[in-house]
């Protein structure tokens, strides 16, 4: 059996002790971790963080207006990088102009560096002003981070080839459930999305059950589950084996 993987986790965040912890729990569950940024000081945190399998490193939507794009590709060209986010667009960021212009750099230092691109999508015309943009990842690894997205948003993606990465939601949404069922094997992802937050309780270690849950809709073997999604993992981060 493999190693599962959280593709997505926030570990920079947690405190060291806690940290250490958490690291810990997920070894402990045979649970490989991604770490990923949201500006550029976390970023940079992530990769002095020891036993990651990788490091995507970016600038959240949110957080466009601390951009540089000059020290991102310098961040992103380092050793354990596996791609560049997350970024995209979020309806709690600045101008939509803006989060383009930073969106457009992120995806710029990617295809330069030929790493993938992982997409935050999150609140009303965020979607809208994924698709207006659409053109700048053809030809691009793109990995949806923390899928939420109806049938149609799916489809789209799947017709680009894209991964889907799915999270907690996927253990108790219906609709989530029925795409993640019929979504292409080689092109599904699992996460946590790991931070901390009051009265939530999520972990790296936790993504097994995700996994199991995934396994189950699709009538797989736990064992062949895990296979699957670290071959897709490595494949969509360009991971040594």
């Given at each position: 059996m493999e190693h599962w993987y959280d593709t997505h986790a926030h570990l920079d965040r947690y405190a060291p002790v806690e940290l250490d912890s958490i690291l810990a729990r997920a070894a402990e569950a045979e649970v490989m971790v991604i770490g990923v940024g949201t500006d550029l000081e976390s970023?940079?945190?992530?990769?002095?963080?020891?036993?990651?399998?990788?490091?995507?490193?970016?600038i959240h939507p949110a957080s466009s207006e601390t951009g540089s794009e000059p020290l991102?590709?310098?961040?992103?060209?380092?050793?354990?990088v596996?791609?560049?986010?997350?970024?995209?667009?979020?309806a709690e960021g600045p101008s939509w102009e803006l989060q383009a212009a930073v969106f457009r750099a992120q995806v710029r230092v990617a295809r330069d560096l030929g790493l993938a691109v992982v997409i935050h999508v999150d609140g009303e015309g965020a979607?809208?002003?994924?698709?207006?943009?659409?053109?700048?990842?053809?030809?691009?690894?793109?990995?949806?981070?923390?899928?939420t997205g109806d049938e149609a948003q799916a489809a789209w993606h799947a017709e680009r080839r894209h991964y889907l990465s799915?999270?907690?939601?996927?253990?108790?949404?219906?609709?989530?459930?029925?795409?993640?069922?019929e979504y292409p094997e080689d092109r599904l992802?699992?996460?946590?999305?790991?931070?901390?937050?009051?009265?939530?309780?999520?972990?790296?270690?936790?993504v097994v059950?995700?996994?199991?849950?995934?396994a189950?809709?699709?009538?797989?073997?736990?064992?062949?589950?895990?296979?699957?999604?670290?071959?897709?993992?490595?494949?969509a981060f360009n991971l040594p084996a």
């Open positions: 970023s940079a945190a992530l990769l002095a963080i020891k036993g990651l399998a990788g490091v995507t490193v970016g991102l590709r310098e961040i992103a060209g380092r050793r354990r596996c791609a560049v986010g997350e970024c995209g667009f979020d979607w809208e002003q994924l698709v207006a943009h659409s053109e700048l990842l053809e030809d691009l690894r793109v990995i949806r981070h923390y899928f799915f999270g907690n939601p996927l253990r108790r949404d219906r609709a989530l459930r029925d795409i993640a069922r992802l699992i996460e946590t999305d790991s931070y901390p937050l009051p009265g939530r309780n999520t972990e790296p270690a936790h059950k995700i996994g199991e849950t995934l189950l809709l699709r009538d797989w073997t736990f064992a062949y589950a895990s296979e699957r999604l670290a071959a897709n993992t490595r494949a």
